[in-house]
């Protein structure tokens, strides 16, 4: 079997930074990974959606270098809605088309395919999740779960090899997150999911922990998410807010 070493990781993070005018937001990540599934714990503006976003190649590190499978997902943007997709928390930040169909087949018209290809992949993709009745509803009267099972679908009919989730279930109810997480898990993809809840990251490969912008420890998740949850119970005895001002 062929070693994977730290210069092919499939996730690649070396050194990455990123400053929001004179605030460093994050500063010296290096994460190199080939697990199936990384998760991400962090409390409330330690900087997780800035991560998931350099992470998509939405954003630009400075300093520091992102690859995902080998690609430069801010340089190569071609290649990149090939290799990375992204969940975010909020599925209204997504969704762009007035019916179902027309959100799924969207994306894979990104990928360069014919409008009725997507259209037969947009099918096919609801046929897959047993929704194929849903084809032409309007997404503005699907409920939340509904909304986020329309984005999950839209990004996995693009097949990307990795997924990348920004606290996608943060306000759904424990069934839809349930659901939700086992139809991802089935897909097969490799999965980045950054929460602030451990939940979301119980089973999980290998879990990082990001404090303040930077990579506080790593390794199971056993250890990782009760260390977090000991020091956010120490933290959440106190009644210093002043993480909360801006
Ligand atoms: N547009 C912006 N202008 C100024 N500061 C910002 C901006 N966006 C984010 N920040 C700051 O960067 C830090 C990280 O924000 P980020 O949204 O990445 O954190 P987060 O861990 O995802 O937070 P949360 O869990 O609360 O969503 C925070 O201190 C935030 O105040």
Redesign the pocket.
Known sequence: METITPATAPVLLENVGYR??E?P?LSGISLRSEAMRIGII??????????ARLIAGLLEPEPGRIRIEGVDVFRDRRAAIRTVGILFQNPEHQIIFPTVAEEIGFGLRQLGQSRQDAEAGALAMLADFGKAHWKDAPIHALSQGQKHLVCMMSVLAMRPRLLVLD?PFAGLDIPTRMQLARQLNASGTRLLHIS?DTRDLEGYDQVYW?DG?KIRASGPPAQILRDFISEMTRIGGGDDLSHLA?
Not at 44 to 49: A, I, L, R, Y
């Open positions: 929001i005018g605030i937001v962090g409390r409330n503006g330690s900087g997780k959606s800035t991560l606290e602030h990001l912008g801006s």
